[in-house]
Nanobody, 120 residues
Framework: QVQLVESGGDLVQPGGSLRLSCAAS????????MSWYRQAPGRERELVAA????????NYADSVKGRFTISRDNAKNTVYLQMNSLKPEDTAVYYC?????????????WGQGTQVTVSS
């Protein structure tokens, strides 16, 4: 059974930091690109950061470049999102995503999300 379990969301003041974790199970983690998305109330889900399966390629939304860092530990089947210099506009539910294509088939899994609230 595929599972992606996010943790680390919290209420934090502007300028603060949080580290989100996503523990994966039920699939070959090292074969999947891993990403973090977020969705704020009334807005569409958007890509925040992505990392290739081997960790060599990363991609960030312009709004988080220089503040957020995605990383992964393939030995622990876990992906992380270090968030620094948080702003109120970073408030959202953050979702972990696992994605790969294999033999023309798409494998796309989502976690349940973790709430991040940035407020004074």
């Amino acid at each position: 059974q595929v599972q992606l379990v996010e943790s680390g969301g919290d209420l934090v003041q502007p300028g603060g930091s949080l580290r989100l974790s996503c523990a994966a199970s039920g699939f070959t983690f090292s074969s999947y690109a891993m990403s973090w998305y977020r969705q704020a109330p009334g807005r569409e889900r958007e890509l925040v950061a992505a990392m290739s399966s081997a960790g060599r390629i990363t991609n960030y939304a312009d709004s988080v470049k220089g503040r957020f860092t995605i990383s992964r530990d393939n030995a622990k089947n876990t992906v992380y999102l270090q968030m620094n210099s948080l702003k109120p506009e970073d408030t959202a539910v953050y979702y972990c995503n696992a994605y790969r294509t294999f033999l023309a088939k798409i494998y796309n899994y989502w976690g349940q999300g973790t709430q991040v609230t940035v407020s004074s």
